[in-house]
Every structure is written in structure tokens, then in C-alpha cells.
């Protein structure tokens, strides 16, 4: 996972582990991996998918990380169906336009 330069201030905002989430979801967007709606990116994924990607969080480590990061309003959640299955989206409130060089998540 390459580090964006503002790594050290969001570790100071949010916590280390949060940022470190922070730079997970901005990693899928540099990727590729969202859905696109209006001004949001939103990136399906569950919690076990994450600590399976991360393998360096347990299932209960990224529960409480993502936890915090909602209740600190980094990221918004929201639950979403395909077929029978359940699973969350989750979109990073102000971080867009760090996640590509030019500022644009749509190059």
C-alpha cells in the first residue's frame, strides 16, 4: 500500500489504524475498485473481505476501525443487496480528491 503524503496528519486526526484504512479505500479508488454516484465513490466490500486484503486485521480490529472512522465522520456506510446478499458500501467523505494525481477521480 503506497502512503499518501498526507498520512502523518490524518494518523493525528484520526489514529494511526484509521489512516491506515483511509489509504485501503484510497488505494481501491486509484484502482479502479468503486461504483461511481454523483460526487461519491463507493466501495463495496465486507468487513471479512478486508481483513482477508489487509491480512494484518482481524475481523474485529477492522469492525472497530471502520467503527470509528464512521463515528468520526470519515467514511458513511450503507447497507446493499445483490440477490440474497448483503454487504456494505462505504464511501470517504472529503478524501476524493487525493486519490489520483490529478485530483480527479474519474481519469
Given at each position: 500500500?503506497?502512503?499518501?503524503?498526507?498520512?502523518?496528519?490524518?494518523?493525528?486526526?484520526?489514529?494511526?489504524?484509521?489512516?491506515?484504512?483511509?489509504?485501503?479505500?484510497?488505494?481501491?479508488?486509484?484502482?479502479?475498485?468503486?461504483?461511481?454516484?454523483?460526487?461519491?465513490?463507493?466501495?463495496?466490500?465486507?468487513?471479512?473481505?478486508?481483513?482477508?486484503?489487509?491480512a494484518f486485521w482481524s475481523l474485529k480490529q477492522v469492525r472497530r476501525i471502520l467503527k470509528s472512522l464512521e463515528e468520526q465522520g470519515a467514511i458513511v456506510s450503507r447497507l446493499t443487496r445483490n440477490g440474497k446478499v448483503r454487504s456494505k458500501e462505504y464511501a470517504l467523505m472529503n478524501f476524493l480528491e487525493s486519490c489520483s494525481d490529478s485530483g480527479r477521480i474519474d481519469d
Open positions: 500500500m503506497i502512503l499518501h503524503p498526507d498520512f502523518r496528519e490524518l494518523a493525528l486526526q484520526y489514529g494511526q489504524e484509521e489512516a491506515m484504512m483511509i489509504e485501503y479505500f484510497r488505494s481501491k479508488i486509484r484502482q479502479g475498485q468503486y461504483r461511481r454516484e454523483e460526487k461519491e465513490a463507493w466501495i463495496r466490500g465486507s468487513q471479512a473481505m478486508i481483513s482477508k486484503e489487509t
